[in-house]
Structure formats: structure tokens, C-alpha cells
């Protein structure tokens, strides 16, 4: 799965049939996604550094995570094609990911196609149901960090105006940039790790599985 090695390949390495390739990676990917999933990918039981560790790192305050969006490129599928295109002409879902300080993910949905704004799937997830409507948050006063494409809310920050030149205005979103950039590390470290997420030639309900 790392490498997005070919069934053919990875069966003849192992002197395997494809077909034996196929069922042992879909059972593992079905454990990981039932199990290991829900039990790795949630804020952490401890949440008393969170805040703090984001303000070492990047300067912003109270900050319970970072959210951002990635595109993963797939095949073209055989079915609603047109709604898996980006805004780059490619064919992808776009998967939305919370990080911590530390770069693990605290939630991830890969359930939505890539013509799909940010700030639509985000809306979409259980997590911002969570915030949105149940007014839950993983420490009392913490909030998420976004960029402009999401919508300002008391517990989504997203970047002032860049036309603002006060001195205020330019340190507030200098702290946002520094901190909120730890969810693009995230995203790149995981796809350095596993480059198959730069392009997986599966069809979309194998790839939210991967994802």
C-alpha cells in the first residue's frame, strides 16, 4: 500500500496469485479502517498540551487543531466522473484531515469527490457536527485553525483580511500562517510515507477505504 505497487507485481515478489493479493489487501484495508482508524485518528485522551504545543510552534493561542483539505488523484471512474473532477481538470476525492502540534491526525474523511469545495466537505463531517451543533470541543475555549477558504466561526478561525496593514492585523495572521501550516506538513509527511496518496489507480469506494 505504501508504494502503489501493482497486485501482479507484489503477487510475482511474493509468488502469490493477484487475486490472493487483491482479498489479503482488502482485509487488511477493512481492518484498518474498523479498527486501528477509530482508535488511532481522535484527539488524545491527555489534551492538557495541546494548546500549548501549538503556541510553541506557531504562536497562536488556544488552538485544539488545524484543518485543511488534500486532493488525491485517482482514475477516471465509470460512474458521476464529472463530479470527480477538481478544480485542476483531475479526478480525485478531496479529503479533509484535522492535525495536532504533533502532526497526527485527530480526523479524517475521504468520503467526498474533488469537485467539492473545502469548506462544503468540511461541513459534511461528523467532527464539525461535533463543533458546529453539539457544541463540543476537546478543551474548554479551543479552537480549529482554517484558511480563507472555510467560514469564520467562534470556533474556526480563519485569516484576517490581507488588505489590513495594522501592526495587530499582521501578527494575527502571521501567527495563523505559522501555526496552521503544521496541517500541510501533515499532509506531505503522509504522503511522503505513502506515496501511492499522490495518484491511486482504484475506484473511489476502494480509495476512500485507503484514505
Not at 474498523?34 to 498540551?49: G, I, K
Not at 506557531?58 to 486532493?71: A, I, Q, Y
Amino acid at each position: 500500500m505504501g508504494n502503489g505497487s501493482q497486485y501482479h507485481g507484489v503477487g510475482v515478489m511474493h509468488g502469490i496469485s493477484k487475486s490472493s493479493v487483491c482479498r489479503v489487501l482488502h482485509q487488511v484495508v477493512e481492518l484498518i479502517s474498523s479498527d486501528l482508524f477509530l482508535r488511532l485518528v481522535r484527539w488524545p485522551e491527555d489534551v492538557s498540551e495541546i494548546a500549548r504545543s501549538f503556541l510553541r510552534k506557531g504562536g497562536f493561542p488556544c488552538v485544539g487543531g488545524c484543518v485543511d483539505g488534500t486532493m488525491i488523484t485517482i482514475d477516471a471512474p465509470t460512474a458521476f466522473e464529472e463530479q470527480f473532477v477538481n478544480r485542476h481538470g483531475k479526478h480525485a476525492l478531496n479529503v479533509m484531515a484535522i492535525c495536532g502540534p504533533n502532526l497526527a491526525f485527530y480526523a479524517v474523511n475521504a468520503q467526498w469527490p474533488g469537485s467539492l469545495h473545502d469548506a462544503r466537505v468540511f461541513r459534511n463531517t461528523a467532527v464539525y457536527r461535533k463543533f458546529e451543533t453539539e457544541n463540543w470541543r476537546p478543551f474548554p475555549g479551543a479552537v480549529i485553525l482554517g484558511d480563507s477558504a472555510y467560514p469564520l466561526k467562534d470556533w474556526l478561525i480563519t485569516p484576517l483580511n490581507r488588505d489590513l496593514e495594522e501592526p495587530a492585523a499582521l501578527a494575527f495572521n502571521r501567527a495563523h500562517r505559522q501555526t496552521r501550516r503544521l496541517i500541510e506538513n501533515a499532509f506531505g509527511m503522509l504522503k511522503e510515507k505513502f506515496p501511492c496518496l499522490n495518484h491511486i489507480g482504484l475506484n473511489p469506494i476502494s480509495v476512500q477505504e485507503l484514505c
